[in-house]
């Protein structure tokens, strides 16, 4: 690991970030910080010398301004991606204009967006045109969006979001790429899409999230365009996300309900062409098929891998379906632009079905889920290869950070998932904070075992005990919607608390509600915590049900364990607990988020502290004291200043 910095790295961190930094003049109470200062000196060297660079940095270090500010004076052109919309509305809307107010009066940036939050003008003017009266509420949600078109800047759907747009109604107005007919559109020049990368190509730095950076990674290696306008360097935040995001990107998927997205916008957008009509009918047939016995294998899990067996029994069928998705390309006429597109999006189906049932041994796994109607997927079961050959074969400037990048103080394994090349340089910078003092560990003495019927009753009346001395201000994360759904009922009326229960509202709207009608309870999954910031007191308990484990029938957990299995090594300890510490490192960096922050994480699953690997976890939250007694839990709140 190199640790070295340059005197002109450390000087130039202590001029933007030390005592005497312009910030104090624009930062109330603003004292430096030492993590931030060191971190802030290894990307300013990683960015000069091209080398990509990994660091941990605890909650508290200041991280954002640790990397923006060396990214800001480098003066290169920098992509920085989150893997949330939290952090993505906080880099753009406080911290970029922080710098340039103190630090880089030139600065200029622009967020840009995955295409489908932006409006596009020509599916909008078609949906007001033809009305689909299958959508409720349709005449006044239109009608709102005029108002709204009048006064928008940039067409960003997420301004609207839970106003007057329903999820199904973006869906119909938004720029996605099936419908998208680029520089041929007729509406081109009034493109919002085209106007946000227009100012990205412009501004030095480009706020992006993790989904957009990938799929230009996809789009460049396949030489299919790009999404991203050309850049200097890339900053990664929120980077433990970066492999699942990878993993996504670089899989290849159809659906049910893509190819009945095709054929509607067919009838809808060629009326009267009746060799393209007669080509759909046998698209739609061979699609029932092919569809009808991908559910068949699915049984009641929703979710499985599938064996050169039973892909070789849905080869006729995919076969029929790939045909029948050709002919109805060759049908459409190249005359107009919207029929190209058609066949465009045909020919795309076509080739996706081809890819995606044909895994590699070892490499890719093919697996069904119900999501969709039904879909097909291929994904790759390590996502370093696509990494090096898209990404690290061109670019060396390159940062990854995280609060949580590894459940020790061993950096390697993300390196490894990651494949990044032996040169990286890996930092681990610790938090400020002093989680001794300020957070408690309560594990129950005796619980049922989780597989136990009696568990989620047992939950329900640790949950109410708990929230009785944390005063509610609690998220209770399930790691099944199963126990999601049985413990909220039975804790329905029992609470003094507003209780909130996910899939209520939409998730921000949830978060929003529950920092204003604090206290209150929130009872979510285990990935709701993804990315949430509520500092303060409105959140000073997170309570976990069960261990946050994967599901190891789960397609890619069950590839990537087979594959640690083949190389000698226990899939459970190498990868299921690792994971599983990170998870709930995760919970608890969400409850101290300031210097004053107290908060208990409680986890009711006694295996914590009666399996041997429960002391992998316990040394990983350490040194957060652990205690089984109530009266402890107790007294940490009556504490509370």
Known sequence: MDEAKTPDDSMMAQLMLGPDSPLSQFISGFAPRAGQIEMAAAVSKSLRQ?????????TGTGKTLAYLAPAAASGLKVVVSTGTRTLQDQ???????????????????????????????????????QPDLSLPGLKGALSFLEDWLEDTPGGDLDEVRGQGLSPSLAAEVSANSEQCL??????????????????????????????????????????????????????????HILPEVATQAFGVGLSQQRLSLLLRDLLREIPGNAA?????????????????????????????????????????AGGELQDSLDALAKSLPGS???????????QALALDLEAAAQPV?????????????????????????????????????????????????????????????????????????????QALLYVPRQMPDPGNGKFPGAVA???????????????????????????????????????????????????????????????????????????????SAVIVDKLPFAPPDDPLVAARCQRLEEEGKSGFAHLLVPEAILSLKQGLGRLLRTPTDRGLLAVLDVRLVSKGYGRRFLKALAPVPLTHDLAEVAAFFAAEV
């Not at 091209?50 to 605890?58: K, Y």
């Not at 999230?209 to 460049?220: G, I, P, Q, S």
């Open 336 to 346: 107009d632009e919207t029929s190209e597109a058609l066949a465009q999006r045909a």
């Open 91 to 129: 880099v753009q809307g406080k911290e970029l204009p922080l710098l340039r107010r103190a630090l880089a009066p030139d600065l200029t940036w622009a967020v840009l967006k995955g295409r489908t939050n932006y409006l596009c003008r020509r599916r909008f003017m078609g949906l007001a045109a």
């Open 361 to 437: 041994a070892g490499h890719s796994v093919a697996w069904a889920e119900a999501r969709g109607g039904a879909s097909l997927h291929l994904s790759p079961v390590e996502v370093g290869p696509h990494l090096q050959e898209s990404l690290y074969a061109h670019q060396g400037r390159l940062v990854f950070t995280s609060a949580t990048l590894a459940p020790t103080d061993d950096l390697e394994p993300f390196c490894r998932r990651m494949g990044l090349p032996p040169e990286t340089r890996k930092k681990i910078v610790d938090s400020p904070f002093d989680p001794a003092s």
């Open 182 to 239: 680029g520089g041929r559109c007729p509406l081109r020049h009034e493109c919002f899409l085209m106007e946000a990368r227009r100012r990205a190509s412009e501004a030095q730095i480009v706020v992006v999230n993790h989904h957009l950076f990938l799929a230009d990674l996809v789009l460049r290696a396949g030489g299919h365009g790009e999404a991203l306008p050309r850049y200097q360097a890339a900053i990664f935040d929120e980077a």
């Open 461 to 539: 009346q640790q949950v109410v005990q708990l929230l009785e001395h944390s005063r509610g201000r609690a998220f209770v994360l399930f790691t099944s919607h199963r126990n999601l759904e049985t413990v909220s009922a039975m804790l329905e009326g029992q609470l003094p608390y507003p209780m909130l229960v996910q899939g209520q509202a939409p998730r921000l709207e949830l978060l929003k509600r529950f920092v204003e009608e604090s206290p209150s309870v929130l009872l979510a999954t285990a990935s709701f915590w993804q990315g949430v910031d509520v500092p303060g007191a409105a959140l």
């Open 276 to 316: 393209a009509a007669q080509a759909a009918s046998r698209v739609e047939a061979a699609g029932k098929g092919f569809f009808g016995k991908l559910r068949r294998m699915l049984g009641p899990g929703g979710r499985v891998t599938l064996s050169p067996e039973e892909l070789a029994k849905l080869a006729p």
């Open 50 to 58: 091209q080398v990509p660079l990994v660091v941990e940095a605890g």
